[in-house]
């Protein structure tokens, strides 16, 4: 379909999961892609793939939590392309605890990832589509942002202040063209959810079955399926949409549920 010919997209987090899929997904219609993130090696690996498939894509490697590497990386971008049309705020991290021993460290450092890092992304690339008078912005929040998850204070804490982010984005920059949006996951068959089971004693088998047990679709998504979810809000067919906040979670949000209700 080729529904962002010609667009020049940044996705932060690109390398792995949910980031990955958004690239690949991203190519496919026909974005100039920039994938960011800290590991060199699977970024390298993404972008030889995609260009051998044909497609236009670009590997940065940024920690987006420093502003140095922030601004360096959007001034990239500009020289290469031009532009900056699309912006996904995809790179995530978690780190699980109780409260009451949870270290000062790894409470900066997710909110630095989670948070600081969407906002300086944004600082930065909002003068250029200032510039051209449209944009679009994705910031990939999670469920855990919409309802309190145990031993996750910091994750679902910085979550919840991306939603928010989001909210203010519209209405700040909406009148320059500016669309801001956000999606929040469910549980997505990732690394992320893996290293919730690790957490917990449990292999990952045994964390996506109980996962499942208050998901209304009784499964986990698919990295693609979120993707596909941030394509539409990134394209034009989402013009009139801005300000919103999307849960693709299989219903995990809308409300409490066991598989023991069953499906009759």
Not at 182 to 206: A, N, Q, S, Y
Request: charged residues 25%.
């Amino acid at each position: 379909m080729n529904i962002l010919k010609g667009k020049v997209a940044i996705v932060t987090g690109g390398s792995s999961g949910i980031g990955r899929a958004i690239c690949e997904i991203f190519c496919e219609e026909g974005a100039k892609t920039v994938i960011i993130g800290r590991r060199e090696e699977l970024g390298k690996e993404l972008e030889k793939i995609l260009l051998k498939k044909g497609y236009e894509a670009l590997y940065i490697k940024a920690d987006i939590s420093k502003e140095d590497e922030v601004k360096s990386m959007v001034n990239m971008v500009v020289g290469k392309y031009g532009k900056i049309d699309i912006l996904v705020n995809s790179a995530g991290l978690v780190k699980m605890g109780n409260t009451h021993e949870f270290p000062l460290k790894d409470w900066n450092e997710v909110l630095a990832v989670n948070l600081t890092g969407p906002f300086l992304c944004c600082r930065e690339v909002l003068p250029y589509m200032i510039r051209e008078g449209r944009g679009s912005i994705i910031n990939i929040s999670s469920a855990a942002g919409l309802r309190g998850v145990p031993k996750v204070a910091v994750y679902s804490s910085s979550k919840a202040a991306l939603i928010m982010f989001t909210s203010v984005l519209a209405l700040e920059y909406g009148p320059y063209g500016i669309r801001s949006n956000c999606i929040c996951p469910g549980p997505i068959d990732t690394t992320m959810l893996k290293e919730v089971g690790r957490f917990h004693g449990i292999d990952e088998l045994e964390a996506k079955e109980n996962a499942k047990k208050n998901i209304p679709l009784q499964r986990i998504g698919e990295p693609r399926e979120i993707a596909k979810a941030v394509l539409f809000l990134a394209s034009d067919e989402s013009s009139y949409v801005n300000g919103s906040i999307i849960p693709v979670d299989g219903g995990l949000t809308a409300g409490r549920f066991t598989v023991a209700i069953g499906k009759r």
